[in-house]
């Protein structure tokens, strides 16, 4: 007897080419949305030589909106994505598997964007809950697979353009020869994705966008939640910095005529206010009064050119987020305050005792906490 396996066969009438124009309508924007914003993010965290210099200090808000949304758009996409897959995975099956060189490319193609926007939506929502199960670092791989996943989905839409075009509009003539009550069904599937997407982001967009806060189930932080109501990523015990003693901190400012300030003295300076946010590329942000000294007249004192670029280097020796640089742009906001206070009281140690570094439009992970030393970099 000859055994034959016979591929399976879908009687579910939505796996089809309108469905999935329909779902790729929002899954095909969640992506370039999240593209974007996560170039935004990585330019600002890692500048190459010619930007670094460049990057505005205002809006103030800018990162904080940028990561928001790249954080937000991760996540809607996710019911998106899954709902996507479950409209074409029956084409996984189909038979003969590769009719053609051209087919076999087309494949491939595919498999390529559905790894790699599994994979980054995967390893995106991971990071939001600081959570790393896998050998390689995020950023670096995260970044490159974003590439990957953009081409990919580039050459899918432009592979794709025939069917997109035959099913885009109502009235296309692809829905004609479908029997109506598919069209009640379809409209019953995109009706609960899009419950499910504005779910997803109801319940954790309020990790960024404080009105909503109350709203928060599922987000990994809530704005309030931490000393003097703002989250903590690094606390002091886990940086290996504790509390600070008074009397043995010492503001290091190297410039071209160095200084050195007790901590009395740098109280004893003008101080300055600010309102501005501290957001974190996972996503959470929160805005907060910052008192302190700024930048600017620090690096004044010491004669550093107006140009200059600064490194602001933490008292924590040892980990990623020690040291962060920055341009003249920032270097030189009024805003950019050396900040001593938080919400009216002295900096909780977790927040950075006795002085952490606080700066407009810029990514939390760069707003170095326990600084003991700025470098003005020629
Ligand atoms: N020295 C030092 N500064 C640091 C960090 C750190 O690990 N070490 N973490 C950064 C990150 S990732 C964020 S989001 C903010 C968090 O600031 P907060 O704890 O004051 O809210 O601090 C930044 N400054
Ligand atoms: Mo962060």
């Avoid at 080419?17 to 949305?33: Q, Y």
């Avoid at 940028?66 to 029956?90: D, F, N, R």
């Avoid at 030189?332 to 938080?342: E, F, H, K, N, Q």
């Avoid at 900096?347 to 939390?364: E, S, T």
Wanted: aromatic share 8%.
């Amino acid at each position: 007897m000859k055994l034959r396996v016979l591929p399976p066969v879908f009687r579910g009438r939505l796996h089809d080419a309108r469905t999935a124009t329909s779902i790729g309508r929002w899954l095909g924007p969640a992506f370039a949305l999240c593209f974007v914003t996560g170039l935004v993010s990585h330019f600002m965290q890692h500048p190459p030589v010619w930007l670094a210099d460049r990057i505005p200090s205002r809006p103030s808000w800018g990162y904080r909106f940028t990561q928001g949304l790249h954080v937000a758009s991760g996540i809607a996409a996710i019911p998106l994505l899954l709902a996507k897959l479950w409209t074409v995975y029956p084409r996984l099956f189909a038979w003969p598997p590769l009719r053609s060189a051209r087919h076999a490319l087309e494949r491939l193609s595919v498999a390529v964007l559905v790894a790699g926007a599994v994979f980054e939506l995967a390893t995106g929502l991971l990071n939001t809950v600081q959570w790393y199960p896998w050998p390689f670092s995020f950023v670096p791989v995260h970044y490159a697979v974003a590439w990957l996943v953009t081409g990919a989905l580039v050459l899918h839409i432009a592979v794709k353009a025939p069917e997109i075009r035959a099913h885009w509009s109502r009235r296309s003539p692809g829905t004609l020869s479908l029997p109506a009550q598919d069209a009640a069904d379809r409209r019953s599937l995109l009706a609960a994705v899009a419950a499910a997407v504005g779910a997803v982001t109801l319940t954790t967009v309020g990790q960024s966008l404080t009105p909503l806060k109350n709203l928060i189930l599922f987000a990994p932080r809530h704005p309030d939640h931490g000393p003097q109501a703002l989250p903590v990523n690094r606390t002091a015990a886990a940086a290996g910095v504790g509390r600070v003693a008074d009397e043995q901190y010492r503001l290091v400012v190297a410039g071209p005529r160095p200084y050195t300030l007790t901590l009395d003295e740098l109280r004893a300076l003008p101080q300055h206010e600010a309102e501005l946010p501290i957001a974190c590329v996972e996503g959470w942000s929160r805005s907060a009064h910052w008192t302190g000294v700024r930048v600017a007249d620090l690096l004044e004192r010491s004669g550093a050119p107006a140009d200059a670029r600064v490194r602001v280097v933490s008292l924590q020796l040892r980990g990623g987020y020690r040291v962060s640089e920055m341009g003249h742009e920032h270097a030189r906001d009024p805003l950019t305050l050396l900040a001593l206070r938080l919400n009216g009281e002295e900096l909780d140690p977790d927040h950075g005792y006795p002085a952490r570094l606080i700066a407009p439009n810029r990514p939390g992970v760069l707003q170095t906490k326990w600084v003991g030393r700025l470098e003005v970099l020629s």
